[in-house]
């Protein structure tokens, strides 16, 4: 058995007992945090290649042929050469940037090679991306500053002593005018264009520069300049991805392969892009108990795509809690708590994220809200008003009834019954969210044991019930 078949047979134990009681959470955040040192070279190139293209979105032109590069690499006593290029756009980032560096710490620990790339040309061009507009370009000392900043900030998902750092303006900045006209005369502009958000922009009416056309070109002579076998991007970058393999052809170099990450959805469940623009991100500067909270607020659903881009499990661990939620022996605000306390360990460790697991438990879980200023609701004047329709039009919780019930849709809604013995919350279906409310509170108080004060809590909002 693998180092990692090993450690998945281990946290397996853990994840069939109590996800509610702290000492096994620890136990098994000790457990697969520790796979991110974990030495993975024992894996065949087929596992190897399986394990990476289990978290990603596409690899091109197949999985088999990402272990067949392995194995070829192999019999040459070399690793992978990897690429992947940074444009050094901002000084902070958040999760959605670690994803890259996750797989490409697994490539690394699978004893490949690793090339970072840092766009200091092309991040002066601005890569045009799912842009319906042109991006000021950097200058130098943006782009010197803005490194400084990712590099400190990513360095818990990524050994950077391990990797080659190189910048694209070594090749691009002395690159001719007749070297460019004679790799563009090879180049359908119709290539170009294939990209939605060129054509957007232009059936828009809006600009669209020479230099944003070009970027593709550009990106691709760094593939044809580092002559790797792999390069990682985004899903929304595989078009540009693409250009490397066609000009590496076109310089007879054997075209590199393609892996493409997913883009991660923000934490305030619209489907939007993870983006500090649309403050729906997890800072990786922000404090412990932050980025815990942080991760607990986002919808239930978001809890598969978020184990699978920041943590070390499997594709089978992770079915295994799914499945435990979906037949009710394992509450998803408990594995949500998990989910949290994996973040956590990663940017600060063990201690932090049992230490932030705690403080969010005695924050949300058992604490009174009698001593906190809410909102009051009188159930006499709005009881017969369904939770949806409170929500939006009493309290402007939500913008409108529909987004109340996809709340409820997300097992974001819930009645908070305070007690003798402390709180107990029960989560209300969507079926329950379009009921009169004063039905659906007279039915829950019901059921609980020395019930007192009650509240309509969606996320992290909360109102008083009378």
């Not at 400084?148 to 750092?165: H, L, N």
């Not at 969507?430 to 044991?449: F, M, N, S």
Request: proline share 5%; with cysteine; charged share 25%.
């Amino acid at each position: 058995m693998t180092r990692l078949g090993e450690s998945v047979a281990r946290a397996g134990e853990l994840l069939a007992q109590d996800l509610s009681s702290d000492q096994t959470v620890q136990r098994l955040l000790q457990e697969t945090g520790s796979r991110r040192y974990l030495d993975l070279t024992d894996l065949s190139a087929q596992e190897q290649a399986e394990l990476i293209a289990a978290r990603t979105v596409e690899v091109l032109p197949g999985v088999d042929k990402l272990a067949e590069r392995i194995e070829k690499r192999r019999a040459e006593g070399k690793g992978l050469k990897l690429k992947l290029g940074i444009d050094p756009t901002a000084a902070d980032v958040h999760l959605g940037h670690a994803v890259p560096m996750i797989i490409l710490s697994r490539f690394q620990r699978m004893g490949h090679d690793v090339t970072l790339l840092i766009g200091d040309f092309t991040a002066k061009i601005g890569d045009p991306t799912g842009r319906t507009a042109e991006r000021p370009p950097l200058t130098d000392e943006d782009i010197a500053k803005n490194l400084a900043g990712y590099r400190e900030q990513v360095r818990p998902f990524f050994d950077f002593e391990k990797v080659t750092f190189v910048q694209n303006s070594s090749w691009l900045a002395p690159y001719t005018f007749p070297e460019l006209l004679g790799l563009l005369s090879q180049v359908p502009v119709s290539q170009l264009l294939q990209r939605e958000d060129f054509r957007s922009r232009l059936a828009a009416g809006s600009g669209l520069t020479m230099s944003e056309l070009l970027y593709p070109i550009a990106q691709g002579l760094d593939s044809v300049a580092l002559d790797c076998d792999v390069e990682l991007g985004g899903a929304d970058q595989l078009l540009n991805l693409q250009m490397g393999r066609k000009l590496m052809e076109l310089k007879g170099q054997t075209p590199q392969l393609v892996v493409t990450m997913p883009l991660i959805e923000g934490t305030d469940g619209t489907g939007a892009k993870m983006s500090k623009s649309k403050g729906n991100y997890v800072g990786l500067t922000a404090p412990a108990d932050d980025v815990f909270g942080k991760i607990m607020s986002v919808p239930d659903r978001l809890m598969e795509p978020y184990l699978k881009a920041w943590t070390e499990w499997t594709d089978e661990e992770i079915a295994l809690a799914l499945s435990r939620v979906e037949e009710r022996s394992l509450h998803p605000m408990d594995l949500k708590k998990v989910l949290a306390g994996e973040v956590v360990t990663a940017l600060y460790g063990i201690e932090a994220a049992m230490a932030a697991r705690a403080g969010f438990v005695a924050q949300f879980s058992k604490k009174s809200f009698s001593d906190v200023e809410t909102p009051v609701v009188e159930l006499a004047e709005h009881g017969a008003s369904p939770a949806t329709a409170v929500l939006s039009q009493v309290l402007g919780f939500q913008p409108s009834a529909s987004a109340a019930r996809r709340v409820a849709k997300q097992n974001g809604l819930r009645l908070v019954v305070e007690t003798d013995g402390g709180q107990e919350a029960v989560v209300l279906a969507e079926a329950d969210a379009i009921r009169p409310l004063g039905e659906v509170v007279t039915e829950t108080v019901a059921k609980i044991a020395g019930a007192g004060k009650v509240y309509l809590k969606a996320g992290r909002k909360i109102a008083e019930l009378r």
